[in-house]
């Protein structure tokens, strides 16, 4: 199993910028690709980045130009930094990360880091 520790969420006002961090422990050695969802009120979880074990990136494109994804495979964490925030940004962000054991693919998710962007 792969537990999964986000912070780095809070408010902030429109065009500020925030890092969110997600660290993995357990059985890391099984990870590959890492990234982040959110779910604002009333709406459906969606995909805001994700990055596979390799480096190859892929944004919503809500996001695109706005944020980065990236990870350190030493300390098993992912980030993502937002800048330029907008109110429309605000909501849940969880972190997730998948990979194979045994052919078997797996997914673990985070508890959630709130992100709030005040106008």
């Known amino acids: 199993q792969v537990q999964l520790v986000e912070s780095g969420g809070g408010l902030v006002q429109a065009g500020g910028s925030l890092r969110l961090s997600c660290a993995a422990s357990?059985?890391?050695?099984?990870?590959?690709?890492m990234g982040w969802y959110r779910q604002a009120p009333g709406k459906r979880r969606e995909l805001v980045a994700a990055i596979t074990s390799g480096g190859r990136t892929n944004y919503a494109d809500s996001v695109k130009g706005r944020s980065t994804i990236f990870r350190d495979n030493a300390k098993n964490t992912v980030y993502l930094q937002m800048n330029s925030l907008k109110p429309e940004d605000t909501a849940v962000y969880y972190c997730?990360?998948?990979?194979?054991?045994?052919?078997?693919?797996?997914?673990?998710w985070g508890q959630g880091t709130q992100v709030t962007v005040s106008s």
């Open positions: 997730y990360v998948d990979g194979v054991w045994a052919t078997m693919p797996w997914t673990s």
């Open positions: 357990g059985s890391t050695f099984s990870i590959n690709a």
